[in-house]
């Protein structure tokens, strides 16, 4: 069971599945999860936050397009950077090197 909260045409506009704050006089109710408007409002959810996701995917690759160009142009240095941001660049840096080089082994004609 979950416990969901609707507006006034009876949409879903949140839902939970912890009873402990969800006081049935602020407008929330238990309905299964299998609910068909439950079924609904999750996959809406789901989709915007693959869309989310997709678009954070892209973003961080620009984000390190522009690191590396204010390191390239001597505005900062990598060493400037936190040691948590300097272990993921080089971590991103070596998995994209990596896959290059599995890229480049592929001739294209679908063998091994």
Same mark, same amino acid.
């Given at each position: 069971?979950?416990?969901?909260?609707?507006?006034?045409?009876?949409?879903?506009? @949140?839902? %939970?599945?912890?009873?402990?704050?969800?006081?049935? @006089?602020?407008?929330?109710?238990?309905?299964?999860?299998?609910?068909?408007?439950?079924?609904?409002?999750?996959?809406?959810? %789901?989709?915007?936050?693959?869309? #989310?996701?997709?678009?954070?995917?892209?973003?961080?690759?620009?984000?390190?397009?522009?690191?590396?160009? #204010?390191?390239?142009?001597?505005?900062?240095?990598?060493?400037?950077?936190?040691?948590? @941001?300097?272990?993921? #660049?080089?971590?991103?840096?070596?998995?994209?090197?990596?896959?290059?080089?599995? %890229? #480049?082994?592929?001739?294209?004609?679908?063998?091994?």
């Amino acid at each position: 069971m979950v416990y969901v909260k609707r507006d006034e045409r009876g949409q879903i506009i @949140a839902l %939970s599945r912890d009873a402990t704050e969800q006081d049935p @006089a602020q407008g929330w109710v238990e309905v299964s999860n299998d609910a068909p408007d439950v079924v609904a409002f999750c996959s809406t959810v %789901s989709d915007e936050v693959d869309a #989310l996701r997709r678009s954070d995917l892209g973003f961080v690759r620009v984000l390190e397009d522009v690191i590396d160009l #204010l390191i390239e142009r001597s505005i900062i240095r990598f060493t400037d950077l936190p040691p948590a @941001a300097q272990s993921k #660049l080089m971590e991103r840096r070596s998995a994209r090197a990596e896959r290059h080089k599995l %890229s #480049l082994l592929d001739d294209g004609d679908g063998l091994i």
